[in-house]
């Protein structure tokens, strides 16, 4: 197939063009997902937020503003109805009390009663408060016109971190479709709001509709090659997110107001201005799930591209919550994009309340806030990687320091502009504001003030990694490139990296920075251990245990599962693969289900050379083409895949009664020679192995290992290299351990017995 976007050999896009929308859904399923994925998003955002701007509205029709609640003329001296004004006449609520400079009144309360009663005072002045001045409706923070808002940020949090378990079993087409259909269900329901509990309820379910924005992250990573994927989810979540500004307007502007001048009472334009969201939210999904498709190569879903063949559990969450820097980090996600939601459900309330602008003019200034989100975003994306280019990682944090420190500044000057100041200063502070949100925009949630985004801004020095540093340190001298000699690399590879040693002399438990251990089974002289004990030690510091297992002494010996291990490793060489084929041989690895599929495509290795120094070679590739798929013409990968092919098939053949049989036969042949250095020995025993440490054999030795397979050792007394420089000359090939250790090794090939007598 060929695509209009150039692809990668995983089939996706290597490059963004937002205007390449042509073709079908085959050559073009990228910029269909992309453009799906941010539609989708503007237009939940769209719904999500749609009930905002006509909160006024909705509270008048339910009866719970708050000079519908508590009438002014039984509750003059309420604390909401003292700060009010009337803009054009310069009249406050409040007539009287105590003066500034021009006469007007600045205070209420503790007025003395003589200065009430004194005969300068006007007949005006003595009619203290004026209800009149008083918005149609006062909804002011606290009170249950504004507690709903809250509903619809909180529902999507517990929605979101679901989703993550329901893209991997449905696709992203069918979550994004659901979620739509779900939320316009919800949306059209908000049409029948008759009472505080429904409407906080309704607004409660539209809130599941925010977490589109975990599709729209999924679905582009399944659809852009990480070189444009950044992009790709920055641009995706930025345009998405416009929706917030946009129905601000959209609603107010485009649908109530003209709908109210055609005649229609307000209580019924705002139903009906609900039913547009709704709609346009399953036309979206039924042309997502006509159009689209999850992959670039499938119209379903396969979990296996990303990886992951399980999802993960909630001891995987808390895990990573131990991290301090984490926490930290949530918390100031929660004050940027968590300001940017309450800012969304309260911005047209507030001047329409407090600057008593009319509704199309609040709305326009509140959906400038949300409108930034054009290019702030992707503005503090860039300040990030300037930042990083100059001042490496801690220019990242002091990138997201500036932004938090100089979002709570903003937030705590936009408190203080009242109605008492012109609205246009409202808004280039609101303005300012707002690109400072945008840029430290994140995904968390909670309505914030200025003293909370200044406090979680101010932990922004607690981010410290010692291999990329932090805002006031570099990294660590060792993590340094270029700063280290050859004679300090090779030190810090054989000496604190990499420990090799005896697994019985070495206290696991007190190792508290090893992140792993590779240990052998059987090791070198052939005997079987059993390594609870250093897995339990391993695992309570958070590592992990590599076993390197012969895999026919599997088939018979007990599993390294049994005794904790991780991770098993080993050359299948043996399962039919010729000793002298030479070059590299097949291998094995298996591992618990929590590590499955998070094997590296490729590890690089440091040590040194002969000079002493530094050198790298990749120790682990997975595959050897580094190119893409139709430049791979080569046949290298060939020969390693038949070695593969040579051992799988060979399992298959024999399956696992042959298997059990030849390695019986050579744990046979091995005990046969040990009977021959030691008396009576017993037969092996499936999944049991029998110590013969130290039993003295019919030609005057002893076996030196204890439990064995294959390999067997033999205590030869002082004369070790000597005995094996005859029997080579025999043509007898055996292993000089050290001065007084010999081992041999046997497989189903060895047909002579009497190798034990002539030892």
């Not at 490059?15 to 269909?32: A, D, F, I, S, Y």
């Not at 334009?269 to 159009?291: D, T």
């Not at 329409?352 to 290019?375: C, I």
Request: proline residues 4%.
């Amino acid at each position: 197939m060929e695509y209009k976007l150039a692809v990668d050999s995983s089939k996706k896009a290597t490059e963004l063009p937002l205007l390449r929308v042509c073709g079908t859904v085959q050559q073009n399923p990228h910029m269909r997902a992309f453009w799906a994925s941010t539609i989708s998003f503007f237009l939940a955002f769209l719904g999500w937020f749609a009930l905002a701007p006509l909160g006024l509205e909705v509270a008048t029709s339910m009866g719970t503003c708050e000079n519908q609640l508590f009438p002014p003329t039984d509750f003059p001296t309420r604390p909401a109805y003292l700060k009010f004004k009337n803009l054009k006449s310069g009249l406050s609520y409040c007539q009287y009390g105590v003066l500034n400079e021009d006469g007007k009144p600045i205070d209420c309360e503790d007025v003395p009663a003589d200065v009430v009663s004194g005969a300068e005072s006007t007949a005006e002045q003595k009619e203290k408060y004026r209800p009149q001045v008083l918005a149609n409706c006062v909804c002011t923070p606290g009170t249950e016109c504004r507690n709903a808002g809250v509903a619809s940020v909180s529902s999507t949090i517990f929605v979101r971190v679901a989703l993550g378990t329901l893209l991997e079993r449905f696709g992203p087409v069918n979550v994004q479709c659901g979620l739509l259909s779900f939320g316009a269900f919800w949306v059209a329901m908000a049409a029948a709001i008759t009472a505080p509990w429904n409407y906080t309820l309704i607004r409660f379910f539209i809130g599941c509709a925010g977490a589109t924005f975990v599709t729209n992250q999924f679905w582009c990573s399944l659809m852009f090659a990480p070189s444009v994927v950044g992009t790709a989810n920055a641009t995706a979540a930025g345009w998405g997110n416009l929706g917030g500004g946009v129905t601000q307007i959209f609603m107010m502007s485009v649908l109530f107001n003209p709908m109210v001048a055609s005649g229609l009472e307000p209580n019924v334009a705002w139903r009906v201005c609900m039913a547009v969201p709704a709609v346009m939210f399953v036309v979206c999904a039924v042309c997502m799930k006509l159009m689209c498709w999850d992959m670039p190569t499938a119209r379903n879903y396969d979990p296996a591209v990303t990886g992951k063949t399980q999802k993960p559990s909630m001891w995987d969450y808390v895990e990573v919550l131990r991290d301090f820097r984490v926490v930290v980090m949530i918390f100031q996600y929660s004050a940027c994009f968590g300001t940017e939601l309450a800012m969304n459900n309260q911005l047209a309330t507030h001047f329409r309340t407090y600057f008593q602008m009319d509704a199309g003019d609040a709305s326009a200034l509140a959906g400038a806030f949300g409108l930034m989100n054009l290019f702030a975003r992707s503005l503090g994306g860039i300040s990030s990687d300037v930042c990083f280019k100059y001042l490496g990682f801690r220019g990242r944090i002091w990138a997201q320091f500036l932004a938090l420190f100089f979002e709570a500044i903003f937030l705590f000057s936009f408190g203080n502009v009242d109605n008492s100041q012109p609205w246009y200063v409202a808004l280039a502070v609101l303005v300012c504001f707002s690109l400072f949100v945008q840029m430290a925009e994140g995904t968390s949630y909670g309505i914030v003030h200025a003293g909370y985004v200044m406090f979680w801004a101010l932990l922004s020095p607690c981010y410290y990694w010692s291999e990329m540093g932090g805002m006031f340190h570099g990294p660590a001298q060792s993590s340094e490139k270029g700063k280290t000699q050859s004679g300090e690399i090779e030190k810090q590879t054989h000496s604190k990296e990499l420990v090799i040693g005896d697994h019985k002399k070495t206290d696991f438990a007190s190792m508290d920075k090893l992140f792993g251990a590779l240990v052998q089974y059987p090791d070198t002289t052939g005997r079987f251990d059993d390594y609870s004990s250093i897995a339990q030690a391993l695992h309570k510091n958070g590592a992990y245990l590599t076993v390197a297992a012969d895999p026919l002494s599997l088939v018979l010996a007990k599993p390294p599962s049994e005794f904790g291990a991780d991770v098993v490793v080993g050359s299948m060489q043996r399962f039919g693969v010729p000793m002298w084929f030479g070059g590299p041989s097949a291998a094995y690895l298996a591992t618990s289900k929590k590590q499955v599929r998070r094997m590296p495509g490729r590890i690089i290795g440091e040590s040194v050379d002969r000079l002493g120094n530094p050198a790298y070679r990749l120790t682990l590739q997975t595959r050897e083409q580094h190119i893409r798929l139709d430049k791979a013409t080569s046949n290298v990968c060939t020969a390693q895949v038949l070695l593969a092919n040579i051992a799988g098939m060979y399992s298959v053949y024999h399956r696992k009664d042959g298997l059990q049989k030849i390695a019986k036969k050579v744990h046979g042949l091995a005990q046969l020679f040990a009977s021959e250095a030691s008396p009576s020995l017993s037969r092996w025993a499936a999944n049991k192995t029998d110590d013969h440490s130290g039993q003295a054999g019919k030609a005057g030795m002893a076996v030196a290992a204890g439990s064995f397979f294959d390999t067997v050792t033999i205590d030869a007394g002082k004369n070790a290299k000597a005995v094996v420089e005859k029997l080579q000359a025999k043509q007898l090939n055996m292993r000089a351990i050290d001065d007084s250790l010999i081992s041999a090794a046997f497989d189903e090939t060895h047909l002579q017995a009497g190798y034990g007598y002539r030892v």
